[in-house]
């Protein structure tokens, strides 16, 4: 009985540590499709559980969906990159403004990366592109 209630203190230790690791979690709001030339302002937040300040940076990239090469140039996305910097429990919001070119045919994914120090997260969207 000893040797299961120690069990049982450890895994409820690791539980409460691991629920307090902290964390980056990116939420936005992609477009469920596009058409040709049509532009797009990408709003995006970043949650976090820091208690300190701390820097960061967060990244848009587009890829063509079916080949996996990278289309950011053809999609004038002028602002890849923005840092920020967190405030104890207030998310910070952003936005990536992108415009699908006149010639595209296809789909394409958003891929949006977070970085704080070691703490990372990212999310992709595949997004079709329709004929104007």
């Keep these: 009985m000893k040797h299961f209630l120690s069990l049982a203190l450890c895994l ?5 540590m691991h629920a307090q690791s902290p964390y980056l979690k990116i939420n936005a709001a992609p477009p469920t499709q596009l058409k040709q030339g049509q ?6 937040s970043v949650a976090h559980n820091f208690t300190e300040e701390k820097t960061g940076g967060i990244t848009c990239s587009f890829l063509n969906a079916t080949t996996q090469k990278s289309v950011d140039g053809w999609f004038m ?8 910097t967190t405030i104890a429990n207030t998310p910070f919001e952003t936005e990536f403004s992108f415009t699908v070119p006149d010639e595209y045919k296809g789909k ?11 703490i990372k997260d990212s999310i992709r969207f595949v997004v079709p592109v329709i004929n104007k």
């Design 39 to 44: 532009s797009f302002k990408l709003i995006t």
């Design 12 to 16: 409820l230790l690791a539980c409460s």
């Design 108 to 118: 394409f994914e958003i891929i949006l990366v977070a970085q704080a120090n070691k």
């Design 77 to 84: 996305n002028v602002f890849p990159f923005q840092y920020f």
